[in-house]
């Protein structure tokens, strides 16, 4: 701790005197450069005294904000006073001349004295600042507490705010590469000032920066962190963003509370004025005047293009770009974004030294689907072990697991989805693993249609189907003119050919002997019912009986006639035999006519 980094500073100190001293007498030109160094040396071991006083007396509490910055300063203080001594102290060859009554040679030119002077002035700043800035806060805290109190703080915008606690980190042993990347731009000291890693929407970019803001948070490295989120108040636009990082340094950096709160007492209307004002008086200088402690700090940013404005994304990233010329407590800056045109995000207006960017849909696909399928292995895993499934049976197989990883092609948002939709409260697991992919390819519906039941009439049993209450809302959905957003307008033709699609994907499918039966003259009449509802469920019954008329009212092209050709070249006879077993081949002869 501080004590035991005091005892070796004062320590090593008192040799390196001791040396200091015997070459003072024999010293001729170096007398001035000795008692410099001594009066330095001297003044840095009283202040470790002090250090030592402070922490065995009362007032070890008033340590509370610099302790770690004590530490670091004694640790480096410690090797800096050990390798001075190593060159003081006198070799054999030197003993042996001292005892022919030759002199000592001062071993240091002029030159090395300066640096070890400016080197030791560096910490003697840092050490006073310190403890000031601790007696500072006992006397200042309540009013510095008030200044920073009114520091607009965006609800949501931390990393650890309530909001994201359920959301997903990375998986230990996935995305392994990209998270070492991030790790080593920090680490390095020559790496640029930004790291823009982009990537297409549900490629995972949130849940790296989650990620990557425990672990800098962990190492205590994490400065700030801002997660925009469209559409959700304060975090969806730039507004409060300098206000909140600046409140969130303070927490983060106490030596920072004084410098910011002088900040917003100086400039008293600072949080109505501009992003680059606030960015300049709250954050760029309060870490250029900071207390010298040499320290790299990250700011984490996610989904910049979530914020509502271009313009002010434009500007964000010039006035952290400044960041670089920041010596003592150093900045840099974590952001992720979608690939939007570098230009509108105002990427390519920075220099390239400025940013290191990474795209993350880039990656190569075999690579995301390890870490996709380590992810479904993992949560249904989770599901697995909750009541009611055997714990005997693998559940999903193997093959299944493929299979979801082949549907998510590169996307954790899709795996991410079909886990929740597994996991869903009310239906068995495996149900709702059997769900995914049927006729519209979508998960079942009844929690979306719950909050509609104002326009539809939903059914309690679902083998019936859903009613509009008043065909004013089928002309809602239908007319563009109507449906004044076009998010909302149903293009019926465009729909229609779509459930043809479905439908032909469906009935491709079938296959000879769809009940299993084994006996190829059996009468219909003499299959039992629940059979033929097992093996035909809903969704192909209702392709096999309606894939024709949703052809004739959609806008087909080429390639639906192919799917027809397709069809009738290899799955005609199975559609015939799925149409028997559900009494509908007059059905398909007036449908073959139709076509």
Not at 225 to 254: N, Y
Not at 555 to 569: V, W
Not at 575 to 594: D, K
Request: net charge neutral; with cysteine; hydrophobic share 40%.
């Amino acid at each position: 701790g501080a004590m035991d980094g005091a005892i070796a500073v004062v320590q090593v100190a008192g040799q390196v005197l001791s040396l200091c001293w015997k070459y003072y007498s024999d010293a001729k030109n170096a007398k001035s450069d000795i008692e410099r160094l001594i009066r330095n040396v001297e003044a840095l071991k009283g202040l470790f005294q002090d250090v030592q006083a402070l922490a065995k007396g009362p007032g070890a509490a008033k340590l509370v904000a610099s302790k770690e910055l004590i530490e670091r300063t004694a640790l480096e203080l410690e090797q800096e006073f050990k390798a001075l001594r190593k060159i003081l102290e006198p070799g054999k060859r030197q003993g042996i001349l001292k005892s022919f009554g030759r002199r000592l040679r001062w071993p240091l030119q002029k030159e090395d004295v300066d640096k070890i002077f400016q080197l030791l002035e560096r910490h003697k700043t840092t050490l006073i600042t310190a403890m000031n800035c601790d007696q500072m806060y006992e006397a200042d805290s309540q009013e510095q507490q008030k200044c920073l109190s009114r520091l607009p703080d965006a609800e949501g915008a931390a990393y650890n705010h309530r909001l994201w606690e359920h959301e997903d980190r990375c998986l230990p042993g996935t995305r392994i590469d990209i998270c070492q990347q991030i790790m080593d731009w920090f680490e390095d000291p020559k790496g640029e000032c930004i790291f823009w890693l982009n990537g297409m929407a549900g490629t995972g970019k949130s849940t790296i920066s989650r990620t990557v803001a425990w672990d800098l948070a962990e190492k205590k490295r994490l400065a700030a962190s801002f997660f925009f989120s469209r559409g959700r108040g304060d975090i969806s636009h730039a507004g409060q963003f300098f206000t909140t990082i600046a409140a969130q340094l303070a927490r983060s950096l106490p030596a920072l509370r004084p410098l910011i709160s002088k900040a917003i007492e100086e400039n008293f209307d600072i949080l109505k004025q501009g992003l680059s004002e606030q960015w300049k008086h709250l954050i760029l200088n309060p870490l250029k005047n900071a207390p010298a402690q040499s320290i790299q700090l990250v700011v984490v940013i996610d989904a910049l293009d979530e914020c509502d404005n271009y313009d002010d994304i434009r500007l964000i990233l010039k006035l952290l770009a400044q960041a670089k010329c920041l010596q003592t407590i150093r900045l840099r800056v974590f952001v992720t974004s979608r690939p939007e045109t570098p230009i509108l995000l105002g990427f390519r207006n920075l220099r390239g030294e400025a940013y290191q960017d990474f795209v993350l849909h880039d990656i190569p696909l075999s690579t995301v689907n390890q870490d996709i399928s380590a992810y479904f292995r993992n949560k249904l895993s989770l599901v697995k072990s909750e009541p009611g499934l055997s714990s005997s049976t693998p559940w999903p197989d193997e093959p299944t697991i493929q299979r979801l990883v082949e549907k998510a092609a590169g996307l954790f948002i899709y795996a991410a989805t079909i886990y929740r939709f597994i996991r869903d409260d009310y239906n068995s697991p495996e149900e709702q693993l059997s769900e995914i992919a049927k006729l519209l390819r979508l998960p079942t519906i009844s929690k979306t249609l719950a909050s509609l039941r104002s326009v539809l009439n939903v059914p309690e049993v679902e083998s019936q189907p859903i009613r509009l209450f008043h065909p004013s809302f089928r002309d809602f959905l239908l007319d563009p003119q109507r449906c004044l957003d076009s998010r909302f307008w149903i293009d019926q033709k465009e729909n229609h050919i779509n459930l043809f699609r479905e439908c032909m994907w469906i009935l491709s499918e079938l296959r000879q002997d769809l009940c299993d039966l084994r006996e190829p003259g059996v009468s219909v009449d003499d299959i039992q019912e629940n059979i033929i509802q097992q093996h035909i469920p809903a969704h192909i019954r209702y392709a096999c009986r309606y894939w024709l008329s949703h052809f004739q009212l959609g806008n087909a092209n080429q390639k639906d006639l192919d799917r027809i050709l397709r069809f009738l070249e290899q799955d005609f006879l199975h559609w015939l035999e799925a149409l028997s077993l559900i009494r509908g081949v007059s059905n398909g002869v007036l449908m073959v006519r139709a076509l």
